[in-house]
């Protein structure tokens, strides 16, 4: 069925990516270019292919990726410049993520916030990357953010590394045994040897690019190498330099520009000359000495440049890279040549240079000192400022959740120390909303790139020799590039600046893997200042456990994701079976079979900018019981949530009064709905709507419930509706076509968050345990506490019921005053003293812990029957409209939102019968 007959729900839905990657070994040889090289050797393939599928999304749309490791070790992908707002939980490196045991796979989830630009994606362990496993990233523009120049008439993406003819093993062997990785066996374009008809005529499998004259192609470059920075050129053509690594650049000319290792460039290349041949595009080894090793002249790719009515092959010699020798600075002071738009919007509508990061303190700076590898322990090791990172077994993000000590040290040297060298865990302790300055230093003979994870950072300054204060006279302080990697000249140093507005554990590394594996990295840690969870995103719930945490890891059965057909009830939803559509076929990559689901706006511009083969739209709604999580929200509710109540501010306050319990009645009403619209939700309540809004926005601060917010026209309002009646059958019309009004509103919808529902339960269970614990073990006594406020006392159980998870404190219920423990003597002069009032009174103590253990039983029970089911998730509010609609479709007569009815399997299931007015806590008097 084509994209015009979909139903206006699906139509309209948008936001969305779904990938299935499967990563496996491959024993190549020819079939990718290999043939040149000579010799079969094992590659990593992202299914069954080099390079990877693309991930072609736009700015603010989140992207789902099924990664299967089907590899004999283990894995984790990373996504090389996307900077994962407030999620580091989907950076996939060692310090964030626990690896994918191999046949087991692991979901991605992210969102490309405020983000456009060409990035990629690689296998981020024990040099994994060396044989393969990457693929392009590409993030378009909003549609209401045009990009500085007008459309290209196709899109490539090209792939430039040295290469080594060794498995990744082997190099790590090398490495392991103190010896270097020795220059490599040459350079490959997308995967394929270097096109050279006097070795191979006619036989030899190369990259070729496709073009018609007169047309103008984007052409996105990145060096996914090992060690080797390269030059890039394509002959007798220009190179319109037009963005790097997410940022739009000024647009000026070049005829060759060097790319180092982890670096990303988009060119503008206009086909404007002779047709009747075709053009080499060459990718040649820089900053080596052929004259004293001969070997380096075989590091150099070689693709063709294919013109549609080319009559004859490309001849001639090869365009002539940098020559240097009397120009040490060439290819700095071409570096220096990149700036930033400052005029142009990017990911928001306001220009790139509105961040005036030139006129913002600095905060702390850190200078960074790369210098040669050298032994420690008697093994050979690379350094920053001293010390070579050794990764712990369990991931310093997780370690940091669950308060594990010793797993890693925030000690980091802002400065190298004259010291010896030493292993160690060290990582950078930065502060949220900082504006830090970090200076890398090369003392080694071999350029060095640095790339930091979670942040793009301004290059404001380079220069040969040592870096003192007096060098930021030479900083440019206006247009300098923001992007994520820069490269460090032998005897150099770069300076970077960076806005740490982004929680998490980043990393911050050498882009050569060699360096890389041999210890040149360190984490940069910028707390979430709230404490867990206020601004950072919550761990999610399909969250790998290792090292320390080994204990808390489901088992998992492996397996790929595959499905033809599934019902709404399967673990896979694929519309796919209902609606597909065609993507255009522009170029020899875009053309390649991979899978890419997306849910696509009607008449957008992204229609035309996602440029995928074989699209397909593709759902994941996992194979829900909801059943028991209800009961856990029901539970929940009466534990926490009874005394609740709304007195017309946004702060709830408990207490009696009239609508006392109404939290409760809230909650119950959403375990009987999925996405439901606020103002429907509210005259089913009969409540007023600003009253359910403070609740709702109560609920959402707590973590139990997801909202989202559009403004709609009148016509637009109906889209909830409309999915439900296209669930349901009914076709009747609510009023004739043009009747309705253009004027916006603002219109909320709500749902439960399972996921978060859980995670909050079990933390809350564990915060109060442990602060009655810490206050009652800390003084072998029953506290009492007061309100300096109002004066009014609670006993150490009511006051349990009263604690804040914003500071961990106890708040009075009548004027929301902070608690405070009166004296201990209270106590004693109640009980007396002695051994044997001493004896009591820990007999009291030990009754009131167990009367507490008894009382929380309920909730520990339905956690347990919970643990291991498959967490209900609704999805956002478009996917769960266009499911409803699908729904329907295939269904029949369903309301997805009518308790009444038998729900789609996996979807409903029966409401829970009441649990009354249990109270969960009964305080000792």
């Known amino acids: 069925m084509r994209l015009s007959r979909l139903p206006p729900a699906v139509l309209l839905c948008a936001a969305s990516v779904f990938f299935s990657f499967s990563l496996s070994f491959s024993l190549s040889a020819n079939t990718t270019g290999y043939y040149y090289l000579e010799v079969y050797y094992k590659v990593i393939t992202v299914n069954g292919t080099i390079p990877g599928p693309l991930i072609n999304t736009t700015t603010n749309w989140n992207a789902v990726v099924n990664v299967l490791n089907g590899l004999d070790e283990p894995l984790l992908l990373t996504w090389d410049g996307l900077q994962h707002r407030r999620n580091s939980w989907q950076d996939g490196v060692l310090g964030t993520n626990c690896p994918i045991p191999p046949g087991w796979n692991w979901t991605y989830q992210f969102q490309v916030k405020d983000q456009i630009g060409s990035f990629f994606y690689f296998p981020s362990l024990g040099l994994q990357r060396a044989a393969g496993g990457f693929g392009p990233v590409t993030v378009n523009n909003r549609n209401t953010i045009p990009a500085p120049f007008a459309q290209p008439d196709g899109d490539f993406t090209i792939f430039i590394g040295d290469w080594y003819t060794q498995n990744h093993t082997d190099l790590r062997k090398l490495l392991d045994e103190g010896k270097d990785l020795g220059i490599p066996d040459g350079v490959?374009?997308?995967?394929?040897?270097?096109?050279?008809?006097?070795?191979?005529?006619?036989?030899?499998?190369?990259?070729?690019?496709?073009?018609?004259?007169?047309?103008?192609?984007?052409?996105?470059?990145?060096?996914?190498?090992?060690?080797?920075?390269?030059?890039?050129?394509?002959?007798?053509?220009?190179?319109?330099?037009?963005?790097?690594?997410?940022?739009?650049?000024?647009?000026?000319?070049?005829?060759?520009?060097?790319?180092?290792?982890?670096?990303?460039?988009?060119?503008?290349?206009?086909?404007?000359?002779?047709?009747?041949?075709?053009?080499?595009?060459?990718?040649?080894?820089?900053?080596?000495?052929?004259?004293?090793?001969?070997?380096?002249?075989?590091?150099?790719?070689?693709?063709?440049?294919?013109?549609?009515?080319?009559?004859?092959?490309?001849?001639?010699?090869?365009?002539?890279?940098?020559?240097?020798?009397?120009?040490?600075?060439?290819?700095?002071?071409?570096?220096k040549t990149i700036k930033m738009n400052t005029s142009a919007g990017a990911a928001r509508p306001n220009p790139q240079g509105s961040f005036h990061y030139g006129s913002i303190n600095i905060t702390h700076t850190y200078l960074i000192r790369s210098?040669?590898?050298?032994?420690?322990?008697?093994?050979?090791?690379?350094?920053?400022?001293?010390?070579?990172?050794?990764?712990?077994?369990?991931?310093?993000?997780?370690?940091?959740?669950?308060?594990?000590?010793?797993?890693?040290?925030?000690?980091?040297?802002?400065?190298?120390?004259?010291?010896?060298?030493?292993?160690?865990?060290?990582?950078?302790?930065?502060?949220?909303?900082?504006?830090?300055?970090?200076?890398?230093?090369?003392?080694?003979?071999?350029?060095?790139?640095?790339?930091?994870?979670?942040?793009?950072?301004?290059?404001?300054?380079?220069?040969?020799?040592?870096?003192?204060?007096?060098?930021?006279?030479?900083?440019?302080?206006?247009?300098?590039?923001?992007?994520?990697?820069?490269?460090?000249?032998?005897?150099?140093?770069?300076?970077?600046?960076?806005?740490?507005?982004?929680?998490?554990?980043?990393?911050?590394?050498?882009?050569?893997?060699?360096?890389?594996?041999?210890?040149?990295?360190?984490?940069?840690?910028?707390?979430?200042?709230?404490?867990?969870?206020?601004?950072?995103?919550?761990?999610?719930?399909?969250?790998?456990?290792?090292?320390?945490?080994?204990?808390?890891?489901?088992?998992?059965?492996?397996?790929?994701?595959?499905?033809?057909?599934?019902?709404?009830?399967?673990?896979?939803?694929?519309?796919?079976?209902?609606?597909?559509?065609?993507?255009?076929?522009?170029?020899?990559?875009?053309?390649?079979?991979?899978?890419?689901?997306?849910?696509?706006?009607?008449?957008?511009?992204?229609?035309?900018?996602?440029?995928?083969?074989?699209?397909?739209?593709?759902?994941?709604?996992?194979?829900?019981?909801l059943e028991p999580f209800n009961r856990l929200v029901k539970l929940a509710a009466r534990a926490f949530y009874d005394d609740i109540t709304m007195k017309g501010d946004n702060q709830p306050k408990t207490g009696r009064g009239d609508?006392?319990?109404?939290?409760?009645?809230?909650?119950?009403?959403?375990?009987?709905?999925?996405?439901?619209?606020?103002?429907?939700?509210?005259?089913?309540?009969?409540?007023?709507?600003?009253?359910?809004?403070?609740?709702?926005?109560?609920?959402?601060?707590?973590?139990?419930?997801?909202?989202?917010?559009?403004?709609?026209?009148?016509?637009?309002?109906?889209?909830?509706?409309?999915?439900?009646?296209?669930?349901?059958?009914?076709?009747?019309?609510?009023?004739?076509?043009?009747?309705?009004?253009?004027?916006?509103?603002?219109?909320?919808y709500c749902c439960l968050d399972y996921a978060q529902i859980y995670d909050v339960v079990r933390y809350r269970i564990h915060k109060m345990k442990k602060k009655l614990k810490d206050e009652l073990d800390s003084r072998n006594t029953v506290q009492t506490y007061i309100c300096p406020n109002c004066a009014k006392r609670y006993s150490a159980f009511d006051a349990l019921q009263l604690i804040s998870y914003t500071d961990d404190m106890f708040h009075c219920e009548r004027c929301d005053g902070e608690l405070v423990a009166e004296s201990d003597k209270l106590a004693a002069d109640e009980m007396g003293e002695g051994d044997d009032n001493r004896s009591r009174r820990r007999e009291k103590l030990k009754d009131l812990l167990q009367r507490f253990e008894e009382q929380l039983k309920p909730l520990t029970i339905q956690l347990a029957r919970v643990k291991d089911l498959p967490v209900p998730d609704f999805g956002t509010l478009q996917q769960w409209e266009a499911r409803a609609s699908a729904a329907g479709w295939g269904y029949g007569n369903i309301d997805p939102n009518d308790a009444n009815k038998s729900q789609v399997p996996g979807y409903g299931g029966t409401p829970m019968p009441s649990l009354g007015d249990t109270k969960l806590f009964y305080y000792y008097k």
């Open 188 to 335: 490959l374009i997308n995967g394929k040897g270097p096109y050279n008809p006097t070795l191979a005529p006619k036989t030899f499998d190369h990259e070729t690019i496709n073009v018609e004259s007169g047309k103008t192609y984007r052409i996105r470059v990145h060096n996914i190498g090992t060690s080797t920075s390269l030059n890039f050129r394509i002959q007798s053509h220009n190179l319109l330099l037009v963005e790097a690594e997410g940022t739009y650049t000024i647009q000026q000319n070049y005829t060759n520009l060097d790319i180092h290792v982890g670096q990303s460039y988009s060119f503008l290349v206009t086909m404007d000359q002779d047709a009747s041949a075709d053009y080499y595009i060459v990718a040649s080894a820089r900053f080596v000495n052929e004259s004293a090793e001969p070997g380096w002249a075989r590091v150099t790719g070689v693709a063709v440049l294919h013109y549609s009515n080319s009559r004859g092959a490309a001849s001639g010699p090869l365009p002539d890279p940098p020559n240097d020798i009397y120009y040490r600075s060439y290819s700095m002071d071409q570096a």
């Open 659 to 748: 609508n006392r319990g109404i939290a409760v009645v809230v909650l119950d009403a959403l375990t009987r709905r999925q996405w439901v619209r606020e103002e429907d939700l509210a005259k089913a309540l009969k409540l007023h709507s600003k009253q359910l809004r403070r609740i709702l926005r109560f609920f959402e601060e707590e973590k139990f419930v997801t909202r989202d917010h559009r403004k709609e026209s009148a016509k637009g309002a109906k889209i909830f509706s409309a999915a439900v009646a296209a669930a349901t059958g009914d076709g009747r019309q609510t009023g004739k076509e043009g009747e309705e009004k253009v004027k916006m509103h603002t219109h909320s």
């Open 371 to 625: 210098v040669a590898p050298l032994y420690i322990n008697e093994k050979r090791r690379s350094t920053l400022n001293g010390i070579s990172y050794t990764p712990p077994d369990t991931p310093l993000r997780l370690a940091d959740l669950h308060e594990l000590e010793g797993v890693y040290t925030l000690d980091f040297p802002a400065r190298p120390k004259n010291r010896q060298p030493r292993l160690g865990r060290s990582a950078i302790n930065a502060s949220y909303k900082g504006f830090i300055e970090i200076v890398f230093e090369n003392n080694d003979t071999t350029i060095r790139t640095f790339h930091l994870d979670g942040y793009a950072f301004f290059v404001v300054g380079m220069d040969y020799g040592e870096w003192s204060k007096n060098s930021r006279a030479t900083y440019n302080k206006w247009d300098a590039v923001s992007r994520t990697t820069t490269q460090v000249f032998p005897g150099a140093w770069t300076a970077v600046l960076v806005s740490l507005d982004n929680v998490g554990f980043w990393n911050l590394r050498s882009e050569n893997l060699d360096k890389w594996y041999l210890g040149e990295e360190v984490y940069v840690r910028v707390a979430d200042p709230g404490g867990y969870n206020r601004t950072e995103m919550m761990v999610p719930h399909n969250v790998l456990y290792c090292g320390l945490l080994s204990k808390l890891q489901r088992p998992q059965t492996p397996h790929a994701i595959k499905s033809s057909t599934s019902s709404l009830g399967g673990v896979i939803l694929n519309l796919a079976t209902i609606y597909q559509t065609k993507g255009k076929k522009t170029t020899k990559q875009n053309s390649s079979s991979h899978h890419q689901w997306f849910l696509l706006p009607a008449g957008s511009a992204s229609e035309t900018n996602l440029k995928t083969p074989e699209s397909e739209i593709y759902l994941f709604p996992s194979t829900m019981s």
